[in-house]
């Protein structure tokens, strides 16, 4: 399977974090980047309710990456926000997810080690 094949079935991907999410994720115009052997794009939260204890978005940079071996793996990075807050347990900056067998899976808890998402600390 290629990039492309994947990318192009993104939307049963967005639907299960979606759920995954107990959110309602949208794409943000302009955010897609498609190539031969990477695609990406950045989902958030269309309309987040109040909930106990404050507001709380989502922040999603999707990817699809063709890795050694010619296989593709689908990723999600998922930035938390409480009142427009990025929240993380300590040291962290986001939860990985991974697109397995047709649903999605917790990782791991990463940090920022390269600097990628230091101006994601707020929401507009």
């Not at 990318?7 to 980047?33: I, K, P």
């Not at 309710?49 to 071996?69: K, M």
Request: charged share 25%; hydrophobic share 45%.
């Amino acid at each position: 399977m290629q990039v492309a094949d994947v990318w192009s079935s993104r939307e049963v991907c967005l639907l299960a974090l979606s759920d995954f999410l107990g959110a309602t994720l949208q794409l943000v115009q302009g955010s897609e980047r498609v190539g031969n052997d990477a695609a990406s794009a950045t989902v958030r939260d269309s309309m987040s309710p109040s909930r106990p204890g404050g507001v709380i978005e989502h922040v999603v940079h999707l990817q699809v990456a063709q890795v050694e071996g010619g296989e593709v793996e689908v990723w999600a990075l998922v930035f938390f926000f409480v009142e427009k807050r990025r929240v993380a347990p300590a040291g962290q900056c986001f939860l990985t997810l991974q697109w397995e067998k047709g649903r999605w899976t917790s990782r791991r808890w990463e940090a920022d080690v390269y600097g990628e998402w230091t101006g994601l600390e707020t929401l507009d």
